[in-house]
Structure formats: C-alpha cells, structure tokens
C-alpha cells in the first residue's frame, strides 16, 4: 500500500524591510506630486498655447512683469507673469512653459495674445517651442506616470 506525502508548505514569503516600504513611498509622494505639478501648472498653457497658436499677435500694452528660466542639462523650465490693460479691463496671467533645447544665454520674448481673447496672453516663445513643448511634456507625463505606478505597486507588493 502506497501512502502520500504530507503536502509541503510552501516557504513564507520574505519580509520587506522598512526601507524597502520608505523607498517605495517616497517615491510614490515625489513621482506623483511631479505628475499633478506638470498637469497643474504646465498642461493649461500648454492647450491655451494650442487655442491661439493661429490668430495670436504682437500686444503692444502688453508686458512680462515677472519672469525667469533654468536649465537642467538640455531641459528649461520658464515661468514669467503677464499683463495687459485692455478696454475691458486688466489681465494678468502666470505661465510655465517646460521644453528641450540645447540654447545657452537668455531668452527674449514679447508678449502675445489673440485680440478676440486677450486674456489668453502668452509669448512668441512658448509659440515657437509649442511642439517641442508638446513633445517634452508627453515624454515627461509618460515617464513620471509610470514610475508613480511603478511606486504604488512597488508599496502594495508583499
């Protein structure tokens, strides 16, 4: 007569450590507030860029009251407020442009809007990078979602 083996457990699985739980957290907090940054403050412009591209124009009145760039190797990161007193009043909107480009020194831009909505100002720079713009932020968007999933999985394993 034939007996069966007792069935064999399978070995416990192995403990995470603490640091492997922090590691995954925090890189969960840091990708996913990168993510919503660059959907709160660089998306809208980026499809307003797109609404104006075709009627935009010079603004005369117009003026950059604030405004800025950094670099990172070959990525710049420019933010800069705009204004302008027109006959229904005075507008003021804040941009974030984020492109790749190889350029050293500075940037010059002049204001521009489309007179139909000039409250949608923006510049002849964020016009003449809106591809590149477009590009960079799709490549961004696709790379940081996927290490924020990555993170989350990385936290719900074990």
């Not at 009145?61 to 420019?78: E, L």
């Not at 204004?83 to 500075?106: C, I, L, M, P």
């Amino acid at each position: 007569m034939q007996t069966n083996p007792a069935p064999v457990a399978p070995p416990p699985a192995p403990r995470r450590s603490w640091g492997d739980v922090l590691k995954s957290l925090l890189g969960l907090l840091m990708f996913g507030g990168l993510t919503i940054a660059l959907g709160v403050y660089t998306l809208p412009n980026l499809v307003s860029d797109w609404q104006v591209r075709g009627s935009a124009m010079p603004y005369a009145d117009a003026r950059v009251t604030q405004g800025s760039c950094s670099s990172k190797v070959f990525v710049h990161i420019c933010n800069a407020t705009l204004s302008v007193q027109s006959k229904s009043g005075r507008y003021t909107r804040e941009v974030n442009y984020v492109f790749a480009d190889f350029h050293t020194g500075a940037y010059t831009v002049a204001v521009m809007a489309d007179p139909a909505r000039p409250e949608m100002l923006t510049t002849d720079l964020a016009l003449d990078t809106l591809w590149n713009r477009t590009v960079t932020a799709a490549v961004a968007g696709l790379l940081l979602v996927g290490l924020t999933l990555g993170s989350l999985l990385g936290l719900l394993r074990g």
